[in-house]
């Protein structure tokens, strides 16, 4: 099946590109973004980058109990975050999304909160850190256990099909999901059924301390997209654009009724596991290095600069901009207080039981 606006051809060899590292335009095909848009998803990128390194700081001082890092992941989310309708269609992310739950919309308050576990958080401090949701924008809360909400998107994006909507579902997760039994029985399942759904895979080449050679026999998680029936898109995820155009096309054809599709964005974690691990352990600070070396913000930027749409004076700007969002919405965070004790009978069940009745009165005396 070909569509009329395919411009990128499923399980290339070398990961697909549109910039190159100094920020020139590579693609063979024009850039059809104004200049807002792209902008934007800078923007976009600097606030990611701005909130996690905030909760990482915050962490260590004892106000957030536990952060996943997400630096160099930016470029990837929000090339997926760009690609979707926000508040449209349906996103099941995972704990290391941060540009790509504030990039659809999610208040910068709510992951603050979230984090910190506030009463501005919209889960009530009931999910771990760093597992951000929202109601008004579908987007489900991350699961911890890896993999296990790769069943409920596929099952989700069934849904959407069979109700005739035409909302796709993206679902995003690491290169270690895929070697979950959760994993292939979801995209096994949304292959069999042609349902309207994109596997979004932020490959960073380690589960932990687990590298990717030990992790699958495969040498690549795209490839693995052919058993399910399905195209498997291979993506620089350190170039935005990329991100974004090969997500975008994804997204399209399942919206066009042409099912599901499998990318993985290669990218990488500048920081550790979580707060949790000394990735000095097991990775070389060269490898780190190397790889801070192809920043995605630093790529965009570039390619912004060269086409005459940033310069320092807008970064100062933007930098500014941010951390006053990013100040401001801690300090909203923290005005807001701690979850009342009693929430943790709300919420969860339309009858609440007897006993539990019973130890509510009996914890507020
Ligand atoms: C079912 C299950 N097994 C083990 C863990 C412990 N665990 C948490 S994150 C993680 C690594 C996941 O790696 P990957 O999917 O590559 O994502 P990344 O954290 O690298 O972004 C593991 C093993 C878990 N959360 N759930």
Redesign the pocket.
Known sequence: MILESQLFQPFTDEPIAVTSESGEWIAPFELDLGPDKLRRMYQDMLLGRAVDERMSRLQRQGKVSFV?PSGG?EGAQVGIAHALRAGHDWLFP???DVTLPLAIGVPVVEFVAQAMGTAADPSRARQMPYHASSKELNVFSAA?????HIPPAAGCAISMKLRGTDQVTVCT????????G?WHAGVNFAGAQGAPIVFA????????S?GFEK?TGSDSIYTKAHAYGMPGYFVDGMDPLAAYYVMREAVQRARDGFGPALVELLVY?YGG??SADDDSRYRPRAEVEAWRKRDPLARLRRFLTRRGLWDDAAEKEAEAVVRAQVDDAIAQAQAAGDVAVEAMFEDVLAEVPERLVKQRSELLG
Request: aromatic share 12%.
């Open positions: 996943a992941h995972y704990y290391r911890s256990p890896i993999a296990s997760f690491g290169d270690g999901s895929t070697s979950e959760d895979c932020q490959n960073n080449r380690y589960a932990i687990v992790q974690r596991h979580s």
